[in-house]
């Protein structure tokens, strides 16, 4: 039963393909391995083999176009080699040409995206169709989105390689697709007749647009360079989010472009699918999904335990600091205490010194220190008498009898011993 499944042609459109089962086991792929054109949709596509494409021959045979119409075709059944040869779909390819492809695998942990390149050549090497493998992308739009890739560019995090805003296909092939190819040897000069197709809907809130250039190639040939993109955008929470696929292809020849260029379009609008294949690579899907899931699940709980023991190390350290800390203020406080009353004990040896030191000198002056009781002022008078008077106007009088102060208003002052200088 033949079911055309527009989900599928993200794998479909890659057309990996083979004339039999036994015919894709043997078709070639170890040659097809070193084409330039197939690496360029992806650097991660490098295990998806391709075919050189500059090797043709000068046009010899007649082209399917010489045939009657029901015989310019055939149908080609392509099979995945890693679900037991199983034909996962089929297309139209010219009769009696060359094929050659490969059919693997590129896994993002346990989920795999099939790696398709398909080449086709006309019996005598004039014409030749190249589909390379897929490349998806997948960006988000929205403020979250964005300030997540801030945070990821101050942390010095390189920005990751498929988060590419979508582009219309002219711009992907002018911006990625051709830079890419002419990286892997595979240059393209003299670009004309860029023609943008009409955008078609598609089911899942899919859109499919396609655009292509033509050119020439090192040896001379022609070369139309086709890019198709399915895009898929969906809005949620603020957020808009994109998941684009893009499907590209060369046809090159040394006659009529537009003439081989049919053959593409035949191809290209006759995939038909498996609907076997799509629910066994759906459910290998599903399980890697489900796989990676429980694997980032694991990740972030080591992640969270692996904080929590950082932030109990930390917190160990400060309390530690802390108490170091605590203990060096209490052993600093301590010898400034110590200090303080060392230098008490020496101010008070100084001053006890000093008294010493001006008692003495005022006995050997005749000088005796006397104190004012009334307002604590301190004078040095002449020693020898018994009695010392103020008159409270700056004059002093000694006396060796007692003198009657409070009929002259004066004060008698008092003698300081030695303790007391």
């Known amino acids: 039963m033949r079911v055309f499944t527009l989900s599928l042609l993200a794998v479909a459109a890659c057309l990996s393909a083979c004339e039999s089962p036994q015919t894709a086991a043997t078709a070639g792929t170890e040659n097809a391995a070193d084409s330039p054109a197939a690496g360029t949709a992806q650097p991660e596509a490098r295990e998806a083999a391709a075919t050189p494409v500059n090797t043709m021959q000068s046009p010899a045979a007649p082209t399917p176009a010489a045939l009657p119409p029901d015989q310019q075709y055939r149908l080609l059944g392509v099979i995945d080699p890693d679900m037991n040869n199983i034909v996962a779909f089929a297309l139209k390819v010219p009769r009696a040409w060359k094929v050659e492809q490969s059919f ?41 989105a964005q300030n997540m890739r801030q945070q990821m560019q101050s942390m010095g995090m390189p920005q990751l390689p498929n988060d ?22 595979l240059s393209i000069r003299n670009l004309t007749n860029e023609t943008v197709l009409p955008a078609q809907p598609a089911a899942n809130q899919v859109t499919k647009s396609s655009a292509y250039v033509d050119g020439e190639l090192g040896n001379g040939r022609r070369a139309r360079v086709e890019c198709r993109i399915n895009l898929q955008s969906l809005q949620a929470n603020g957020e808009t989010y994109h998941v684009w696929q893009v499907f590209p292809s060369i046809t090159q020849t040394n006659g009529d472009l537009a003439a081989s260029y049919a053959h593409t379009k035949v191809a290209q609008e006759s995939i038909v ?41 930390h917190e160990q350290r400060m309390a530690d600091i802390q108490r170091q800390g605590a203990a060096s203020t209490a052993r600093y406080n301590d010898r400034m205490n110590q200090m303080d009353v060392d230098k008490a004990a020496f101010d008070a040896r100084m001053n006890s010194g000093q008294r010493q030191q001006e008692y003495f000198v005022d006995a050997i002056n005749e000088k005796q220190k006397y104190a004012d009781p009334s307002t604590g002022e301190r004078v040095k008078v002449d020693a020898g008498y018994n009695h010392v008077y103020t008159d409270r106007q700056g004059h002093y009088y000694g006396s060796n009898t007692p003198v009657n102060a409070g009929s002259v208003d004066w004060q008698e002052l008092q003698k300081l011993s030695m303790k007391q200088y």
Not at 170 to 183: D, E, H, S, T, W
């Open 104 to 144: 693997k695998r590129r896994w993002d942990g346990a989920v795999p995206t099939p790696q398709i390149y398909l080449a086709l050549r006309s019996p005598d090497g004039s014409q030749q169709i190249e589909y390379l493998p897929l490349t998806q992308y997948t960006y988000t739009e929205g403020p979250m």
């Open 273 to 313: 699918s498996n609907p076997t294949w799509q629910k066994l690579n759906n459910d290998v899907v599903q399980r890697g999904q489900q796989s990676n899931y429980q694997a980032g699940e694991r990740n972030l709980a080591d992640q969270r335990r692996w904080a929590d023991i950082q932030r109990q190390g």
């Open 164 to 185: 590419v805003p979508p582009m219309p296909p002219l711009v992907y092939i002018k911006q990625m697709l051709l830079p890419g190819l002419a990286q892997r040897g």
